[in-house]
């Protein structure tokens, strides 16, 4: 091999590299964001005295499912409102 194909091969792998990880990240992110829905539907189903063997499979997705785009909207909203204020700009003028 020539010294040419060996860096080359090298920096692919440093580029694959940091594709890995900001997957991994992205995995761990959705993995967390599950979690808490899962706590959120399971004080959510407390509130109305059930559990989750009261519900099939299908339904508990579609109520997880609710409690992790709540949770993404929720992130979104701060995330903007930490931008704002790193801005100096008050959205509440």
Do not use: P
Not at 28 to 40: D, G, M, P, Q, T
């Amino acid at each position: 091999m020539s010294l040419k194909t060996i860096i080359k091969e090298n920096m692919d792998k440093a580029f694959d590299y940091s594709k890995i990880k900001s997957t991994s990240l992205k995995d761990k992110i959705k993995e967390k964001i599950r979690e808490n829905a899962v706590i959120a539907t399971k004080a959510r189903l407390a509130q109305v005295h059930k559990t989750f063997d009261d519900y099939n499979n299908e339904e508990l997705e579609i109520i997880i499912g609710d409690e992790e785009r709540k949770i993404v909207d929720e992130l979104k909203t701060k995330s903007l409102l930490l931008a704002l204020a790193a801005l100096g700009l008050n959205v509440f003028i």
